[in-house]
């Protein structure tokens, strides 16, 4: 198909011509990027828990008078929740992955350090890592005789008597990763405070911290052998088969509730609930996002069909001039579809420019990754093939348009 | 001669209802989008007590050995009763809240577990906390340390079934609380005087004194962000302990007493630093944001909100120039008609301000469009698991935004259009006819 007929009409056109391309333009930019954001949800949503995400279930109760001896109290609620039928594991926990409730400290490498190394969460609780399903991938799991009550640590802490608090860590690959880079963690000390020197002696795979906002410091983990009492915000973790879940977590409800008619269940729920929580905001997001982007492209075809209808009503005699001179029918189309995809093409070139410095002004003020160069294409096809749906509809009427209009005056 | 024009555009719109139609989607539909996303913005960076915002603030003392980037977001036990019993400001209250296991007192009655906060007597005057029922506490039973407690409305449904509760003791873990006052249902969003809670989440449901609830410090009040910066030894009485964990607002009436305050702060952060208490080097760091400042220091606007109201204007860019595109094919479609009016006696003006009321019936009737869309997209919200999600309503001055930007975007895409309509030289046109 010969351009150089269309480019003089659009000559002749400027005006609508250079809006149509600045709308797909902008179209375009805002497309790219926000097909970048809704990616970026995505791939937080899909973060990596390192627990046996199908098979876990979360339940938190608490007493109305407290217990005379806690650690008694939750020896015997998990004695009671082990023997419940299809029960695979169970464990005490302070916290569980994208939970958001978090216990924290201040990694130091050095005691004498002034300031922190890093930012680090730490698990308490019994039982952990077979419950949780976390991968040990070098060292040991934390033996009975490793744990401390949370009571008589905390006195420890304050007396600075070393015997009485725990002296073994397990820590995420990533977070060995990211303290010693390259060495072997096993056998190297942290600090939680200069008193409490903690001896690495397993790695984990993976076990995502709950208050895991930032993806880089989600894995900066670590288990720390502290008994839980029945007195504190303790969570009892229960695996068991994926289809058996929601029989299981009922008669467990029921076995905690006739140990103790009096206590308040405030937790219950399967490990897919917690993450569907804590990754709503950025599910709504997405949603959004799609909607937008959605109308903004049916805006934009609107535009076009709006156009190319008036093109085509305004060069009817033309296209009946050039019928009547030998002009097939496929021609006539093709002449539109040509031209809308000049059109595209050109405000398309633009948009990608206009991409890259919204872009730009985004990592600027919302601490954005760049815009990786995959999108542009996705833009760029996604607006061609907008641009030929919307102009199909005009250039068929125009190429229905009998060679017989050429004889008669308008 | 304005009904003519109207009986005109409107003659003209019949006559093209496709493209008429198409108008009106075009700016329904962007109107109604960033009306939405407008919306949600407005809602969360929205002052949480409007008119009562400007004169409150949140003092920040720094009694950490290390200074960091920015100033300790709570205040341990020491500087919070300090500086609440100093009484410098017009008004002043401590607060800390979190789950406690609750029940009516009554035999039999369930129990469930209600979000309380403990507080002092100042809060509900500062806050303006409305009551339907009763009072607040006083000053002095915050220094008795008095079992009395005020609850919200849906506190008094769940534990008194609709029996209001006024008089009647509720059990807070072991011990009983006379109910001396129900507010009316209060949720300031952001839920700013507290931002460790979620801070779009529900509002509080029990309040009790502050020091009545340290006294009884097996109470459980669990769930609030605690930040120690020592050893600790103990963290059920918090009292001595290296701990940040309370909030404390005052409130200032006038520009001149902020000012004092502010004074006055730093002169408490130097003494202390005198007794040794503070113990970072250099004159010690004091603030006192505002309401506004506050949360802004804090990001509680979601960031992806801003985002999304830039995507938003974006939307309404592109919307602008489909419409100011749709318009110039709609009067340049009928350049024979505009030159026969200008033959026959119509200036330029005239037919500028005719194209003009053209363009903003369509913008009207798209703005019309847009809200129902909007209203539409809100409803869509509400029903996503977003915290905020039920507070996505439509606000009066959002409803008469819609218009004005309906009424402005059309003007704007009208310009153009109009402009090259009643340049049309008509001697040419008509000669085709």
């Given at each position: 198909m010969d351009i150089l007929p269309i480019l003089s009409t659009l000559r002749r056109h400027k005006l609508t011509s250079w809006l149509l391309i600045l709308e797909i333009a902008l179209t375009c930019a805002i497309v790219c990027n926000a097909v970048f954001l809704i990616g970026q949800r995505l791939q937080r949503m899909d973060m990596p828990s390192g627990v046996a995400e199908h098979e876990l279930l979360q339940i938190q109760v608490a007493d109305v008078t407290a217990p005379s001896n806690p650690y008694a109290r939750l020896a015997e609620d998990v004695a009671l929740l082990r023997q419940v039928p299809r029960v695979i594991s169970v464990a005490s926990s302070n916290q569980v992955p994208f939970g958001s409730s978090s216990s924290n400290g201040n990694i130091r490498l050095?005691?004498?350090?002034?300031?922190?190394t890093l930012f680090a969460t730490t698990y308490f609780g019994e039982n952990l890592v077979p419950t949780l399903g976390t991968r040990l991938v070098s060292g040991r799991d934390l033996q009975p005789d490793d744990f401390v009550d949370v009571e008589t640590a905390l006195k420890a802490l304050g007396t600075g008597e070393s015997k009485s608090l725990p002296h073994v860590t397990l820590i995420t690959q990533t977070l060995a990763e990211r303290l010693w880079p390259g060495q072997n963690p096993l056998g190297r000390i942290i600090y939680l405070t200069p008193v409490v020197g903690l001896r690495v002696v397993g790695v984990l795979d993976s076990l995502a911290r709950p208050n895991a906002y930032d993806t880089a410091k989600a894995q900066y983990t670590m288990v720390v052998p502290i008994r839980m009492g029945a007195n504190k915000d303790q969570s009892y973790l229960i695996r068991t088969r994926p289809e058996d879940r929601a029989s299981v977590l009922t008669a467990a409800l029921a076995a905690l509730k006739k140990a103790d008619p009096q206590r308040v269940v405030t937790t219950k729920r399967s490990f897919d609930e917690v993450r569907r929580k804590f990754f709503q905001d950025d599910r709504a997001m997405a949603g959004m996002l799609v909607g937008v982007i959605v109308a903004l492209l049916i805006v934009t075809a609107l535009g076009i069909v709006g156009l190319a209808s008036f093109w085509v009503a305004q060069r009817r005699r033309t296209i009946g001039v050039r019928r009547a001179l030998g002009a097939t029918r496929g021609n006539i189309l093709h002449y539109f579809q040509t031209e809308n995809f000049l059109l595209a093409t050109i405000g398309i070139a633009l948009g990608m420019v206009l991409a890259y410095g919204i872009n730009l002004f985004l990592m600027l003020h919302y601490e954005l990754p760049r815009l990786p160069a995959v999108y542009f294409p996705i833009g760029a096809v996604v607006l061609w093939l907008i641009g030929q749906v919307a102009v199909l509809g005009p250039a068929l009427r125009a190429a229905a348009v009998p060679p017989v209009v050429a004889t008669r005056s308008v | 001669m304005f009904a003519y024009y109207l009986d005109l555009a409107l003659r003209s719109l019949k006559q093209n209802r496709v493209l008429t139609a198409l108008m009106v989607l075009a700016m329904g539909l962007g109107i109604g989008a960033s009306m939405t996303t407008l919306t949600v913005f407005h809602l969360l960076s929205g002052d949480p007590l409007p008119g009562r915002s400007g004169q409150l603030f949140y003092p920040q003392v720094d009694p950490t050995p290390t200074a960091a980037p920015a100033l300790p977001g709570n205040m341990n036990y020491i500087d919070a009763v300090n500086l609440w019993q100093a009484r410098r400001a017009d008004r002043q209250a401590i607060m800390v809240g979190g789950n406690v296991k609750t029940k009516a007192a009554q035999a039999g009655s369930r129990p469930m577990s209600l979000h309380t906060l403990a507080t002092t007597a100042d809060f509900f005057p500062m806050f303006g906390v409305r009551f339907t029922q009763g009072n607040a506490w006083t000053a002095a039973d915050d220094l008795a340390k008095a079992r009395v407690a005020v609850i919200s409305r849906s506190a008094s449904d769940r534990l008194f079934h609709g029996e209001g509760g006024l008089g009647q003791s509720i059990r807070l873990g072991q011990w009983n609380f006379r109910v001396i006052g129900v507010i009316d249902d209060w949720r300031p969003t952001p839920h700013f005087y507290e931002l460790d809670r979620e801070s779009y989440g529900d509002g509080d449901e029990v309040f009790i004194p502050f020091l009545t609830s340290r006294d009884l410090a097996e109470l459980g009040i669990t769930g609030y962000s605690l930040n120690c910066y020592g050893n600790t030894m103990?963290?059920?009485?918090?009292?001595?302990?290296p701990c940040l964990w309370l909030n404390f607002w005052v409130e200032l009436d006038s520009p001149a007493k902020a000012q004092a305050y502010r004074q006055f702060l730093d002169n408490y952060a130097r003494e202390q630093q005198a007794l040794g208490r503070y113990v970072q080097a250099g004159s010690p760091r004091t603030a006192l944001p505002s309401v506004m400042q506050w949360l802004d220091q804090n990001g509680v606007v979601p960031s992806d909100v801003s985002l999304k109201s830039w995507i938003a204007l974006g939307f309404l860019l592109v919307c602008l120039m489909n419409t100011t595109g749709l318009l110039l094919v709609k009067f340049l479609r009928r350049t024979t008609e505009i030159s026969v009016r200008r033959a026959l006696g119509a200036s330029r003006q005239q037919i500028f301000l005719q194209c003009l009321v053209e363009a903003v019936i369509v913008g009207m009737a798209g703005g019309v469009l847009g809200l129902l869309l909007a209203l539409a997209g809100l409803w869509g919200i509400r029903h996503t698991p977003a915290d905020y999600a039920d507070l996505a309503h439509l606000d009066l001055p959002m409803f008469a935004a819609t218009f004005a930007i309906s009424l402005v975007v059309s003007l704007v895409a009208g310009l153009l259009p109009a402009w090259r309509a009643c340049h049309i030289a008509p001697a040419l046109q008509l000669k085709v006819i």
């Amino acid at each position: 198909m010969d351009i150089l007929p269309i480019l003089s009409t659009l000559r002749r056109h400027k005006l609508t011509s250079w809006l149509l391309i600045l709308e797909i333009a902008l179209t375009c930019a805002i497309v790219c990027n926000a097909v970048f954001l809704i990616g970026q949800r995505l791939q937080r949503m899909d973060m990596p828990s390192g627990v046996a995400e199908h098979e876990l279930l979360q339940i938190q109760v608490a007493d109305v008078t407290a217990p005379s001896n806690p650690y008694a109290r939750l020896a015997e609620d998990v004695a009671l929740l082990r023997q419940v039928p299809r029960v695979i594991s169970v464990a005490s926990s302070n916290q569980v992955p994208f939970g958001s409730s978090s216990s924290n400290g201040n990694i130091r490498l050095d005691p004498a350090q002034p300031e922190r190394t890093l930012f680090a969460t730490t698990y308490f609780g019994e039982n952990l890592v077979p419950t949780l399903g976390t991968r040990l991938v070098s060292g040991r799991d934390l033996q009975p005789d490793d744990f401390v009550d949370v009571e008589t640590a905390l006195k420890a802490l304050g007396t600075g008597e070393s015997k009485s608090l725990p002296h073994v860590t397990l820590i995420t690959q990533t977070l060995a990763e990211r303290l010693w880079p390259g060495q072997n963690p096993l056998g190297r000390i942290i600090y939680l405070t200069p008193v409490v020197g903690l001896r690495v002696v397993g790695v984990l795979d993976s076990l995502a911290r709950p208050n895991a906002y930032d993806t880089a410091k989600a894995q900066y983990t670590m288990v720390v052998p502290i008994r839980m009492g029945a007195n504190k915000d303790q969570s009892y973790l229960i695996r068991t088969r994926p289809e058996d879940r929601a029989s299981v977590l009922t008669a467990a409800l029921a076995a905690l509730k006739k140990a103790d008619p009096q206590r308040v269940v405030t937790t219950k729920r399967s490990f897919d609930e917690v993450r569907r929580k804590f990754f709503q905001d950025d599910r709504a997001m997405a949603g959004m996002l799609v909607g937008v982007i959605v109308a903004l492209l049916i805006v934009t075809a609107l535009g076009i069909v709006g156009l190319a209808s008036f093109w085509v009503a305004q060069r009817r005699r033309t296209i009946g001039v050039r019928r009547a001179l030998g002009a097939t029918r496929g021609n006539i189309l093709h002449y539109f579809q040509t031209e809308n995809f000049l059109l595209a093409t050109i405000g398309i070139a633009l948009g990608m420019v206009l991409a890259y410095g919204i872009n730009l002004f985004l990592m600027l003020h919302y601490e954005l990754p760049r815009l990786p160069a995959v999108y542009f294409p996705i833009g760029a096809v996604v607006l061609w093939l907008i641009g030929q749906v919307a102009v199909l509809g005009p250039a068929l009427r125009a190429a229905a348009v009998p060679p017989v209009v050429a004889t008669r005056s308008v | 001669m304005f009904a003519y024009y109207l009986d005109l555009a409107l003659r003209s719109l019949k006559q093209n209802r496709v493209l008429t139609a198409l108008m009106v989607l075009a700016m329904g539909l962007g109107i109604g989008a960033s009306m939405t996303t407008l919306t949600v913005f407005h809602l969360l960076s929205g002052d949480p007590l409007p008119g009562r915002s400007g004169q409150l603030f949140y003092p920040q003392v720094d009694p950490t050995p290390t200074a960091a980037p920015a100033l300790p977001g709570n205040m341990n036990y020491i500087d919070a009763v300090n500086l609440w019993q100093a009484r410098r400001a017009d008004r002043q209250a401590i607060m800390v809240g979190g789950n406690v296991k609750t029940k009516a007192a009554q035999a039999g009655s369930r129990p469930m577990s209600l979000h309380t906060l403990a507080t002092t007597a100042d809060f509900f005057p500062m806050f303006g906390v409305r009551f339907t029922q009763g009072n607040a506490w006083t000053a002095a039973d915050d220094l008795a340390k008095a079992r009395v407690a005020v609850i919200s409305r849906s506190a008094s449904d769940r534990l008194f079934h609709g029996e209001g509760g006024l008089g009647q003791s509720i059990r807070l873990g072991q011990w009983n609380f006379r109910v001396i006052g129900v507010i009316d249902d209060w949720r300031p969003t952001p839920h700013f005087y507290e931002l460790d809670r979620e801070s779009y989440g529900d509002g509080d449901e029990v309040f009790i004194p502050f020091l009545t609830s340290r006294d009884l410090a097996e109470l459980g009040i669990t769930g609030y962000s605690l930040n120690c910066y020592g050893n600790t030894m103990d963290d059920l009485h918090l009292e001595n302990q290296p701990c940040l964990w309370l909030n404390f607002w005052v409130e200032l009436d006038s520009p001149a007493k902020a000012q004092a305050y502010r004074q006055f702060l730093d002169n408490y952060a130097r003494e202390q630093q005198a007794l040794g208490r503070y113990v970072q080097a250099g004159s010690p760091r004091t603030a006192l944001p505002s309401v506004m400042q506050w949360l802004d220091q804090n990001g509680v606007v979601p960031s992806d909100v801003s985002l999304k109201s830039w995507i938003a204007l974006g939307f309404l860019l592109v919307c602008l120039m489909n419409t100011t595109g749709l318009l110039l094919v709609k009067f340049l479609r009928r350049t024979t008609e505009i030159s026969v009016r200008r033959a026959l006696g119509a200036s330029r003006q005239q037919i500028f301000l005719q194209c003009l009321v053209e363009a903003v019936i369509v913008g009207m009737a798209g703005g019309v469009l847009g809200l129902l869309l909007a209203l539409a997209g809100l409803w869509g919200i509400r029903h996503t698991p977003a915290d905020y999600a039920d507070l996505a309503h439509l606000d009066l001055p959002m409803f008469a935004a819609t218009f004005a930007i309906s009424l402005v975007v059309s003007l704007v895409a009208g310009l153009l259009p109009a402009w090259r309509a009643c340049h049309i030289a008509p001697a040419l046109q008509l000669k085709v006819i």
